[in-house]
């Protein structure tokens, strides 16, 4: 997923960046309430977000890119505006599809501004680099769907993670080749959008706003939903959520994950520290973007949402400095 990677922030070898996420609320008349799998998303999604969106939406524009190790089909010209873009996922690995504009930067130069972000360094975001979201964490063998917004202009499409990311229960820290990033290995494939059209975004079950600093988060509804994320504010911003353990509330949640968010080499995490699991992403994205994004909410289960991205000027992470972080826990039922 493209953010800065807090992987050293949290001091926990092999943990992926705790996901943004989002929240349901109560417009869910038309959803089942149980807990759903996050593991198959494909078919779910596809049906709430048509429902969603068949009387709001008819032609959206619809692009379908496939992912392989390591390796993107795109079309070399997509029509902007509002835009389906599915993921199919035809490799081993988990990848995404992050779209970033490029300008008339060279790829290399690309990829080296790029790690820079992602890498977590906090130097300053150049000009030319803005995101506009796309679809992230499709394991292998799966696909999934993102509605966004793309004006006209040259595009690349990256996958920002890694071999590691699709480590389910490492052994120990992963080796080198594991830590390369998908877009070194050829997963960076250029595009262009001269057409766009002038359609809204669809409809969902809920949306996340972020502002500079702070996350706007809707009321928690169980169930499987289809969310928006929109960027307000002036910064890049990221949302990612992470699920705690049955039975920690919102004050051990969020001691939990201060001690994550401050351990380092010297001062590790204490092993009773409850972590939280990943369970959805959206973005980057850059002021005025917006992106939809499928997630699971359990019932009675306390969440974390967290940006990761930093200032474009530079300087630390949003969850670190500037206490962009937000819990929130879903009702009994």
């Known amino acids: 997923m493209l ?21 349901a609320s109560a417009f869910t008349a038309d959803e089942p309430n149980g807990p759903q799998t996050r593991e198959d998303p494909a078919s779910a999604t596809a049906t709430a977000t048509a429902t969603a969106t068949a ?6 524009p619809s692009v379908t890119v496939t992912a392989r190790d390591y390796s993107f089909e795109v079309p070399p010209e997509i029509e902007g505006g509002v835009v389906r873009v599915t993921l199919q996922n035809s490799g081993q690995m988990k990848h995404e599809a992050v779209i970033v ?8 130069r690309l990829k080296q501004d790029l790690t820079q ?21 499709v394991p292998g063998g799966t696909s999934e769907m993102s509605f966004l917004t793309l004006p006209a202009g040259d595009y690349v499409m990256v996958c920002t993670l890694t071999d590691a990311d699709s480590l389910a229960d490492p052994a120990g820290p992963p080796k080198a080749e594991e830590l390369q990033f998908h877009y070194d290995l050829g997963m960076a494939t250029p595009f262009t959008v001269k057409k766009t059209n002038t359609s809204p975004m669809p409809p969902t079950d809920a949306t996340v706003v972020a502002r500079d600093w702070a996350f706007e988060v809707p009321a928690l509804v169980p169930g499987f939903k289809v969310l928006t994320f929109r960027n307000e504010g002036q910064q890049d911003h990221s949302l990612a959520v992470a699920e705690f ?22 001062h ?3 092993d009773d520290t409850p972590v939280p699991q990943d369970v959805a992403f959206a973005g980057p994205l850059s002021s005025g973007s917006a992106s939809t994004f499928p997630m699971n909410l359990k019932v009675h289960r306390t969440y974390v949402f967290a940006c990761y991205m930093t200032d474009r000027i530079g300087g630390p992470l949003h969850a670190k400095s500037k206490g962009m972080v937000t819990y929130a826990t879903t009702p009994n039922g």
């Not at 953010?3 to 929240?23: E, K, S």
């Not at 009387?55 to 959206?60: N, R, S």
């Not at 972000?117 to 964490?137: A, K």
């Open 55 to 60: 009387t709001t939406l008819p032609f959206a």
């Open 101 to 108: 504009a490029a300008g008339d930067a060279p790829m290399d």
């Open 3 to 23: 953010q800065q990677r807090p992987v050293a922030v949290l001091g926990l070898v092999g943990m992926l960046v705790v996901v943004i996420a989002v929240m």
């Open 245 to 266: 353990p049955d039975r920690v509330d919102e004050a051990r949640a969020k001691a939990a994950f201060e001690k994550l968010l401050s351990a380092d080499a010297d």
């Open 268 to 270: 590790p995490v204490p």
């Open 117 to 137: 972000v992602v890498s977590g360094e906090g130097q300053p975001t150049p000009d030319y680099l803005r995101f506009q979201g796309g679809v992230s964490l």
